[in-house]
């Protein structure tokens, strides 16, 4: 299911994923609690978890199945959550790479474990792009959250309302194809 980039790397956009920070912010973190967890690729579903919280540990089961394997194999992998303090209060979630043991938001699966995106090599999609191809990424960007096209040839949008003139003004100097006023 993953694939490779131009220089032959894995991207994170292409691999499994699990975001310890959405399951804080869906309220799942809570101690001694389960829930199951799908993934789909292109709109079709292609795995199944299931995760179990416990106090400072996170359960994952899934199933892997291996070139040349005839059955899956179900790996049970347990993934330490480490508590960091937040300035204006709180705590904030953080994986413990099972492999380097690194503090990390994401966890990805690229292989038969879950583990950090520096771990299995991972870059960006954005990393293998040309600094054209990026350019214009990042006015396609800017342009939908203005509301406006994603096509460069277009006109700029105009200024949403209640946006900051500075920031409409921002937005527009970092876009490199708007026509300069």
């Not at 991207?11 to 912010?25: A, G, L, Q």
């Not at 609690?33 to 789909?40: E, I, K, N, Q, V």
């Not at 394997?69 to 300035?87: E, G, L, N, S």
């Not at 003004?169 to 026509?179: E, K, N, Q």
Request: aromatic share 10%; with cysteine.
């Amino acid at each position: 299911m993953a694939r490779r980039g131009g220089d032959g790397r894995l991207t994170c956009e292409s691999c499994m994923f699990v975001d310890i920070r959405d399951w804080k912010r869906r309220g799942l973190l809570h101690e001694n609690s389960a829930f199951p967890l799908y993934f789909s690729h292109a709109g079709k579903p292609c795995g199944y978890f299931s995760v179990y919280i416990g106090s400072d540990v996170v359960i994952l089961i899934f199933e892997v199945l291996r070139p040349g394997d005839v059955k899956p194999k179900t790996v049970a992998q347990q993934v330490p959550i480490v508590w960091t303090p937040c300035h204006l209060g709180g705590r904030r979630p953080w994986f413990c790479c099972t492999v380097c043991r690194r503090r990390a938001a994401i966890l990805y699966g690229a292989g038969d474990l879950f583990a950090c995106r520096h771990c299995y090599d991972l870059s960006y999609a954005s990393q293998l792009e040309s600094p054209t191809m990026r350019a214009i990424s990042r006015s396609r960007n800017i342009r939908m959250r203005l509301g406006g096209s994603p096509d460069v040839l277009r006109p700029f949008p105009e200024k949403p309302p209640r946006m900051h003139r500075r920031t409409y003004d921002r937005l527009r100097a970092r876009d490199g194809f708007a026509a300069k006023r």
